[in-house]
C-alpha cells in the first residue's frame, strides 16, 4: 500500500542548496500531515519540516529560514527546499507521516561539505 520514495541528495559545498523530493503512492499526501525528517551518524532521528491537510508549515529552530517544505498534489508528491546548508545538516534525510508509519524508507544522503 503505502509507499514513499525520497531522491534528490548530493553533495554540496556549504552555503548552497538542495531540493528533495518524497514521491508517495498508495496514500493522497493531500489527506494527512507530512513531514521530513534527518538522522545523522551517532545521532536521534530528528523532525527537520511538517506541512499540515490545510497546507500550514512548522519548522524547528536549527532549519527555520533556511527549508520549506511544499507539496505538489497533482504529483502526490512532497518537496523539501534546502537553502544556505550548513555542515551540521548533514544527514539521511527521509520522508513520512508527521505521526510516523513504523516503516522508514531508504532516504537520501545529504552530505554538506568543502
Known amino acids: 500500500q503505502v509507499q514513499l520514495v525520497e531522491s534528490g541528495g548530493g553533495l554540496v559545498q556549504p552555503g548552497g542548496s538542495l531540493r528533495l523530493s518524497c514521491a508517495a503512492s498508495g496514500f493522497i499526501v493531500r489527506l494527512y500531515e507530512m513531514a521530513w525528517y534527518r538522522q545523522a551518524p551517532g545521532k536521534q532521528r530528528e523532525l527537520v519540516a511538517s506541512?499540515?491537510?490545510?497546507?500550514?508549515?512548522n519548522y524547528p529552530d536549527s532549519v527555520k529560514g533556511r527549508f520549506t517544505i511544499a507539496r505538489d498534489n497533482a504529483k502526490n508528491t512532497v518537496y523539501l527546499q534546502m537553502n544556505s546548508l550548513k555542515p551540521e545538516d548533514t544527514a539521511v534525510y527521509y520522508c513520512?507521516?508527521?505521526?510516523?508509519?513504523?516503516?522508514w524508507g531508504q532516504g537520501t544522503q545529504v552530505t554538506v561539505s568543502s
Open positions: 513520512n507521516f508527521r505521526l510516523p508509519n513504523a516503516y
Open positions: 506541512i499540515t491537510s490545510g497546507g500550514n508549515t
